[in-house]
């Protein structure tokens, strides 16, 4: 069985005294308010950005520039979500990943399952307590769908209008083999556009509706 989104998609909570500003890599979904197609289009299979997806994307890849720790992995712009992988390096290296998500050394190519499904959690935009924590990804979370809001909001001159749903969803990802297999499903995900379940005119509605 292949990566399914509606289990990826269940609500559930953040895991219990995990630290998430630890070096590991992180799949992270973040959805627009009210699934509102926003970013573009998909066209015969590839996504093409609007200014407003452009403007995602700019604010996603400075987050690496600014912040030494993180860097951006895989990355997609879909209509109304968005998809990336978030590394958080310690700068000693460039890891695999063992069984608990902690980095160690470079991620090398490996073989994809795809029977293997991930599990993924609904995650909290504000940190515990309401103390942010520095690198960690619910701050870089934070802070990006802030940017990219204010200049969205700036270019089609609505201030104060939400881009983005409240929460977001993540994924420890906790090898080099799910690493690989997310990857492709991020690059792929424009092919899938029609059955994708944020898609608002998909084929996975249409079919619920009908039974």
């Known amino acids: 069985m292949g990566f399914d989104p ?3 998609h269940r609500r559930s909570i953040r895991l219990a005294k995990y630290d998430y500003s630890q070096a590991g890599a992180y799949f992270v979904t973040i959805c627009t308010r009210y699934r509102e197609c ?5 066209i015969a299979g590839e996504m093409k950005l609007n200014a407003f997806g452009q403007i995602v994307v700019e604010e996603w890849f ?13 990355f997609m712009v879909m209509p109304n979500h968005v998809h990336g992988i978030l590394v ?5 290296c460039r890891g695999t990943l063992d069984g608990r998500g902690t980095l160690h050394r470079a ?10 499904i991930i599990t993924t959690q609904h995650v909290p935009t504000v940190e515990r307590f309401g103390k942010p924590t520095p690198d960690s990804i619910p701050t870089i979370v934070r802070l990006f769908k ?10 089609r001159q609505m201030p104060g209008v939400a881009v983005w749903q409240r929460n977001y969803y993540e994924h420890i990802i906790r090898n080099d083999t ?28 249409t079919q619920q509706q009908q039974r």
């Open 88 to 92: 958080i390096d310690d700068g000693c």
């Open 6 to 8: 509606d289990k990826n």
């Open 146 to 155: 802030s940017a990219a809001t204010k200049q969205i909001n700036e270019l």
């Open 178 to 205: 799910e690493l690989g297999y997310i990857r492709e499903y991020i690059a792929t995900n424009p092919a899938r556009w029609a059955e994708d379940r944020e898609n608002p005119d998909g084929k996975t509605k």
């Open 38 to 42: 926003l970013f573009g289009e998909v």
């Open 107 to 116: 991620p090398t190519t490996t073989t994809i399952q795809r029977s293997h």
């Open 62 to 74: 400075k987050t690496g520039v600014i912040r030494p720790r993180i860097r951006s992995d895989a």
